[in-house]
């Protein structure tokens, strides 16, 4: 369920404005809105290597997906137009209830709300065009259905995991396999960063990176995403 405004409150709009972008909760009702949707590169070192990047020598960066990328319990991930090498990412999911400047990091996980699997799944073809030319990602990374993911867990129930085993499965085979405490930069270090570059909000989400493994989906591939604590994400490309 999205929300639109009310009729009394259209008079200020020259169109009805689009639905608010949400997640669901898991075990309730409730929807979570999102606001801002930021992405941490390269932050498994594994994945850096297989990327060509030498992860010693990086600070981290961000990038960001539209709100809308998100879909929520989605089922299908159609395959997107003009591309034929998508790849998918197996992403821990953070959603954050406050926010805030300059937010240190021994304060950082105060403000997270909980946690969700998430594919960051990439038009790795147009990437790689836009790396060469030195230009941003957005066509790579921030197309519809780009960010398909599981309910949020809250952190009230399951905790702020560390550690963990977080993997992908493409037809039953294992594509992608990490554990949580091989991120580079680790959530409250990333959204204490992230704090001192934007005014975080209600509602961010902050996508924590990927594990190695990275490779293409193909139409009618099962995918199964997992980590351990939060949850099992499924889903047909099509």
């Known amino acids: 369920m999205n929300t639109v405004p009310k009729a009394a409150d259209m008079a200020a709009y020259v169109f009805t404005p689009p639905t608010q972008a949400t997640l669901s909760i898991a075990g309730t009702s409730e929807l979570f809105p999102v606001h801002r949707v930021y992405c941490v590169g390269r932050n498994y070192a594994a994945h850096a290597v297989e990327m060509g990047h030498d992860p010693d020598k990086e600070p981290p960066f961000f990038f960001q997906k539209n709100p809308d990328n998100l879909i929520s319990d989605a089922k299908e991930f159609p395959y997107p ?5 998508v790849h998918h990412e197996i992403e821990l999911l953070v959603a954050l209830k406050s926010g805030g400047e ?15 699997v998430s594919l960051d799944m990439t038009r790795r073809d147009l990437q790689g065009q836009m790396k060469k030319m030195g230009r941003p990602w957005e066509i790579g990374k921030s197309f ?8 949020i867990v809250p952190a009230s129930k399951i905790g702020h995991p560390d550690q963990g085993a977080i993997w992908l499965k493409i037809n039953d085979e294992l594509r992608q396999s990490g554990d949580l405490n091989q991120m580079i930069w680790k959530t409250a ?21 990927t594990p190695a493994g990275v490779g293409p989906v193909e139409r009618g591939d099962r995918m199964h995403g997992y980590v351990e604590g939060v949850g099992d994400l499924h889903l047909t490309v099509t």
């Open 81 to 85: 137009k003009a591309s034929s090498d």
């Open 102 to 116: 300059d937010i240190s990091v021994e304060d950082a996980l105060n403000h997270v709300y909980g946690y969700a």
């Open 144 to 151: 519809e259905m780009s960010g398909p993911s599981g309910p």
């Open 189 to 209: 270090e990333m959204i204490s960063i992230l704090s001192t570059l934007f005014t975080l909000q209600p509602g961010d989400i902050i996508m924590t990176g």
